[in-house]
């Protein structure tokens, strides 16, 4: 028969932790709604740069920009993937992780030389060390609030070693955040900057003819690395979005849980204290006979 006292301690012990698994769980559906917005708002403005990119870009040479210009064949490549600094959010980060590994090993057998892999979160970092999947050139983390300086940083980085040779592709590996219950690994080339109108999931959009001053090679000059940034900020933002949901969703599950643990261990508990009363009992009657 378990004893009472620690039956009574086990219950405490789970009462504390339920309580900060249910704080963990308000602390993430806050922070969620903000993350929501957030990135609903992002998206319409990244398909409506890639419109307006693949417009200007319509009229100009292939080379009128570096970073439009894509290499004859793709032997480095740079994959930089997003996770999450902090942990307790299920299988969010395994999830990017393990997509991140799959793509690896199909990108060494397309003729891939060299991997280099640019973690953002550390969780990511940690799992791509472990397995040694490629050399780290640089990792980024403590980005709790996701906010543009953060993406300048990033996207900077990678432009650098684009231009510079060191890599002839790029590549974003992160979640598509869906809902609180759904976050989708994908990815998406960054570098070279390859403009689409046809953005999954947009409209079709109408073109446009625009007249550019002083000259669309100027504008380029501006957009493109805008439009890099840019597309670093939304990767992020659709990291937050997804470790903020997926926590929130580990957590409720985690709270259910152990009021369901709570109230099993009560039943073990009146069970036990129950046979314990019985015993007393049946101790004094016998007693008192004897005498």
Do not use: W
């Not at 900077?156 to 070693?161: G, I």
């Not at 869906?178 to 994908?186: D, G, W």
């Amino acid at each position: 028969m378990p004893n009472l006292q620690d039956i009574r301690a086990r219950i405490a012990s789970i009462g504390k932790t339920r309580k900060v698994v249910s704080a963990m769980k308000m602390v993430s559906a806050a922070k969620l709604a903000r993350s929501t917005q957030a990135i609903q708002s992002a998206r319409p403005y990244a398909e409506r740069m890639q419109q307006v990119l693949a417009s200007v870009t319509g009229g100009v040479e292939a080379d009128a920009h570096p970073l439009l210009v894509p290499r004859e064949a793709v032997r480095r490549l740079d994959l930089v993937v997003f996770t999450s600094d902090r942990g307790l959010c299920g299988p969010y980060n395994a999830n990017v992780s393990r997509y991140a590994a799959r793509l690896i090993g199909e990108r060494r057998e397309a003729g891939v030389e060299q991997v280099s892999l640019v973690p953002v979160g550390r969780k990511g970092g940690e799992f791509l060390h472990k397995r040694r999947l490629g050399e780290i050139v640089r990792g980024f983390t403590g980005i709790s609030t996701v906010r543009p300086a953060h993406a300048s940083e990033i996207a900077e980085f990678l432009m650098a070693r684009y231009l510079a040779g060191e890599s002839d592709e790029v590549v974003l590996v992160y979640a598509n955040f869906a809902s609180a219950l759904t976050q989708r690994p994908a990815h998406t080339a960054l570098l070279p900057v390859v403009p689409d109108v046809e953005t999954p999931g947009s409209e079709p959009a109408t073109a446009v003819a625009y007249e550019v001053e002083p000259s669309p090679e100027a504008l380029l000059a501006l957009l493109v690395p805008r439009a890099v940034e840019f597309a670093v900020f939304r990767a992020l933002l659709e990291n937050q979005a997804g470790e903020h949901g997926a926590r929130m969703t580990a957590m409720d599950s985690a709270t259910n849980n152990t009021t369901e643990l709570i109230h099993s261990l009560t039943l073990e508990y009146n069970k036990a204290r129950q046979a314990a009363i019985t015993a007393e009992l049946v101790e004094i009657v016998s007693g008192a006979e004897a005498l």
